[in-house]
């Protein structure tokens, strides 16, 4: 069967994952798959045109094959959940503007040519899209698909783009719709657009049932869950509908959507009330922006490159607004903003110590974690494409010695050891500063995280816990709480977490017991 077939039969036939039925217990690795591992190189220049080594703009060889044959790499770290970008088929080749003043290729994935195919860059033989599934349910992790339903690719096109005579064609379900023939009302003309993207109608409802049909196929494939793609650009209602068809073909299914912001709560926590219902099977959660260290646009990274934690407070405050904060997909950067890490010359590197501050803060706070790719290696990056230089091989092994690898394996070891931390609601204990403190509760246990980010070790005295006996998750010590009372030592830019309640495996083992 050619790699660009559909493969929706044959995928049909794969065996189901066993549900885990609650995303919460994950723990999130993205991959720009094109900026992956390229494990085969014959699938590079498809086109002859697209491919461009060097010039971030254009494909870079990551493929299926690459992630296959590096799975235990994501594994090795303690992640549960692979997110890949879009696998559909993007445009035939290179795209110019109209202006000549912009060029790329749609190696991203967010420029959909063929809804139905996958594009030929990611597959070769022995490793489609189903093989890549049941690769990933192999390893015992889940499949996350990001989707797209807002639009196709840019119709702004050169006339010496290959595909310029189809410029304005969509394909899915071996259906063609044309932008510029759209008897089927098919497309948005009212505005606003995303650039010159060829945007869908979302009042028409035979769009709405093109999508489900499409996207329930992936779903059926073995796909875990969906990332969805520009939320603010389609109507709610559409989502609800897109939605509730999601949840209907499959039980305890995640769907979690991007909606550009970081301090309108209200929007945010909308699209998580479209409908009643548990999160896994109704409606859908999404990434929590505001909580984000992106370069020079998230709200936390001005509090671990030196600022005070009260910024965490003004976003926790508004966690009620969500219909389960513990849902939200947290994490430190992602593809579309400059990395933590920076890149820029006029941007000083994060240093390892604010690596360590920030990602015990993502693996303890509510919500889901999401790393982006090359974090273990401290990947430098600017705005897109910097953001998304090739991890490769040399990155994987270059990651193995890197401080920031080691610890988040320790990271995720604790947080896969104690229910609190993965569904735990949140109450703060202490805030200063250097210094953040909350308790998580869940099912009658309890976890209390202590963090400081400063540089040297602090001794912190909370009140209004559970009496008991507790164990702390990085150095196995345990210790009793009477009169609610917890009294801890938190090492420089370190974290403490006491657990009162069932613990699996040990994860002071993997941290060796040591305090940094």
Not at 208 to 224: C, H, P, Q, S
Not at 286 to 314: C, H, I, N, T
Not at 485 to 511: D, M, N, Q, T, Y
């Amino acid at each position: 069967m050619s790699k660009n077939s559909v493969l929706f039969a044959l995928c049909l036939a794969l065996p189901p994952l066993a549900s885990g039925a609650d995303f919460r217990n994950e723990t999130i690795y993205l991959a720009v798959t094109d900026r992956f591992v390229d494990g085969d190189p014959a699938n590079n220049n498809i086109y002859g045109d697209e491919y461009v080594p060097g010039n971030l703009r254009y494909y870079q060889g990551g493929d299926f094959r690459g992630l296959i044959d590096d799975l235990d790499h994501i594994k090795a770290m303690g992640f549960t959940a692979v997110w890949i970008t879009p696998p559909v088929m993007q445009p035939p080749g290179r795209y110019v503007n109209s202006a000549q003043t912009y060029d790329a290729a749609g190696y991203h994935g967010y420029w959909a040519w063929d809804f139905s195919k996958i594009d030929p860059h990611l597959e070769s033989k022995g490793a489609s899209y189903a093989d890549l599934i049941k690769a990933v349910h192999g390893k015992g992790m889940k499949l996350i698909q990001d989707i797209v339903l807002n639009h196709a690719h840019g119709g702004d096109t050169h006339p010496s783009v290959k595909w310029y005579a189809d410029r304005g064609k969509v394909r899915g379900l071996g259906r063609e719709y044309d932008y510029y023939a759209d008897e089927k009302n098919w497309f948005n003309r009212k505005g606003p657009v995303l650039a010159d993207l060829l945007d869908f109608n979302d009042e028409n409802p035979g769009v709405l049932n093109w999508f489900t049909a499409i996207y329930g196929k992936y779903r059926e494939m073995g796909v875990d869950a969906f990332r969805v793609d520009t939320l603010v650009w389609m109507k709610s209602d559409f989502w609800r509908e897109f939605a509730a068809a999601m949840h209907k073909g499959k039980k305890d299914f995640f769907i979690f959507g991007e909606a550009w912001t970081n301090d309108d709560f209200k929007l945010l926590s909308g699209y998580t009330k479209l409908s009643p219902g548990d999160p896994m099977n109704s409606a859908m959660s999404v990434l929590d922006m505001p909580l984000s260290s992106m370069g020079g646009w998230g709200r936390m990274e001005k509090v671990f490159k030196g600022g005070d934690y009260s910024q965490a407070d003004e976003i926790f405050a508004h966690d009620g607004e969500y219909k389960d904060a513990s849902y939200l997909v947290t994490y430190l950067d992602n593809h579309d903003k400059p990395r933590f890490n920076g890149g820029t010359a006029d941007v000083a590197p994060a240093s390892v110590e604010q690596y360590y501050d920030a990602l015990n803060f993502y693996f303890t706070v509510r919500g889901i974690p999401c790393i982006f790719y090359g974090t273990e290696v401290r990947m430098q990056g600017g705005d897109d494409p910097d953001n998304r230089r090739m991890l490769g091989a040399e990155g994987i092994k270059k990651a193995k010695t890197d401080p920031v690898y080691a610890h988040l394996k320790r990271l995720n070891a604790l947080r896969a050891s104690a229910v609190p931390l993965r569904k735990g609601t949140q109450t703060r204990l202490l805030a200063e500063p250097q210094l953040y403190a909350f308790r998580r509760d869940y099912g009658g246990e309890t976890a209390a995280v202590f963090l400081n980010k400063d540089e040297k070790t602090a001794r912190r005295m909370v009140a209004g816990l559970p009496d008991g006996s507790y164990r702390e998750l990085y150095t196995g010590a345990k210790l009793k709480v009477k009169n609610g009372i917890l009294e801890a030592e938190v090492p420089a830019h370190g974290l403490k977490v006491f657990v009162k309640g069932k613990i699996i495996g040990s994860p002071w083992k993997l941290s060796g017991g040591q305090e940094r």
